[in-house]
């Protein structure tokens, strides 16, 4: 086996230390603040999401006369959310919770109609697929 002495090599042929800059914070124009405001969704927005992940398919559909009668006898409560704004917010996240990214044209029409914007829709799509990924994950573990 062979032994190289490395104490009798120059100090001097060491590598020279190298520098980095600091980074630059991007310049935003107000084009992109306004852009990253309309992408944000509320506080109350966000519980409806939550909220939204027990809801079944079939809180979507108009109850019939069978189902109201059923629901009064059994006091079960209506999951429908009195302001129609917040309404189009639950079924589209119902639909995203159950479906991922395939959800119904006539859906994305009436989220829009509703006064949401791409950004917020995009925003609350990529927190339920970051969620149910995190929920997968977890139960292969078990």
Known sequence: MAY???????????PPAVTIAPAEEPVLTAKDRANAAAARLSALE?????????????????????SSAMASLFRQNNPRLADDRLEALRRMAVLAWHHS??????????FFAAGFTVGQYETM????????SRDRARRRRL
């Open 125 to 132: 799509m990529a927190s339920i697929s970051a969620s149910t």
């Open 46 to 66: 966000w519980s409806v999401v939550a909220l939204a992940r027990r809801d079944t398919l079939s809180s979507l559909r108009v109850p019939g006369r069978l």
């Open 101 to 110: 990214f395939q959800v119904p044209v006539s859906e994305l029409r009436a």
């Open 4 to 14: 190289l002495n490395f104490d009798t090599l120059d100090a001097g042929l060491a």
